[in-house]
């Protein structure tokens, strides 16, 4: 089975300017995640989708970050405009559809570092 | 906001030695779940373990969980190289959909 697949692997952007991620989850989950990961931090989450609506977003900077996940599959975050204290690596994660007495694992991708100078 | 908080914040071990790290969270749960990262790559999953459970091994892996003290830990026995990783503790509870939230993380060094 194929993972969840992020591009770019590296971004490197000056202040003040935009940068998208890309995220292909796991065929046939419905929840798709956006986290965080400041260097030696756990992840946080920036966004959560269930198939296209967004569940939680409380704690995503709505100033300059956006989120989107088309007809229920790929997903993408932009972050407009960087700052410095954006650098970090941004991990997408999949899973089933989790019910309130059952969870399902999370796969995450490799991330994608950006550095933002 | 980070749910749990992992203790020891780094630990480093000999090959073949147990490693125990722990992680204490703040509100009610439905599940915990450990994960490994390795220096620079993604998360992989470990374990669940349900609120309702005390106890789960899996492999080398013992988790363990209390729920009156809202903490768990895990055990991994026979320490290898390749356990080198940090390890972080996901908490999950039900707010009309499943809210994961992860610690801090425990920075685990296996020297050979």
């Known amino acids: 089975e194929a993972g969840v697949a992020q591009s770019p692997r590296y971004k490197i952007i000056e202040k003040r300017q935009s940068v998208a991620f890309w995220c292909n989850p796991i065929?046939?989950?419905?929840?798709l995640y956006w986290y965080q990961q400041i260097l030696g931090q756990g992840p946080k989450l920036l966004i959560q989708?269930?198939?296209?609506?967004?569940?939680?977003d409380s704690q995503l900077p709505k100033d300059r970050f956006s989120a989107e996940r088309l007809k229920g599959v790929d997903s993408t975050l932009k972050i407009q405009p960087a700052k410095l204290e954006d650098s970090a690596v941004y991990l997408c994660a999949s899973s089933l559809l989790g019910l309130r007495d059952g969870l399902y694992e999370q796969y995450f991708g490799p991330g994608t570092r950006l550095t933002v100078t | 906001s980070q749910q749990g908080e992992e203790d020891p914040q780094a630990l480093s071990i000999q090959e073949g030695e147990n490693a125990t790290m722990n992680c204490s969270y703040k509100?009610?749960?439905?599940?915990l779940q450990w994960y490994r990262q390795n220096s620079g790559r993604g998360l992989v999953h470990l374990i669940l373990?349900?609120?309702?459970?005390r106890e789960k091994h899996s492999g080398r892996l013992r988790v363990t969980l209390d729920t009156s003290k809202k903490s768990s830990s895990l055990l991994i026995t026979a320490s290898r190289a390749a356990d080198t990783a940090s390890y972080f503790c996901?908490?999950?509870?039900?707010?009309?959909?499943?809210?994961?939230?992860f610690g801090t993380g425990t920075k685990l060094q296996v020297i050979p």
């Open positions: 989708f269930q198939n296209n609506g967004v569940v939680d």
């Open positions: 065929s046939g989950h419905a929840t």
């Open positions: 996901a908490t999950d509870r039900w707010g009309g959909y499943q809210k994961v939230t």
């Open positions: 373990i349900r609120s309702n459970e």
């Open positions: 509100t009610s749960i439905n599940n």
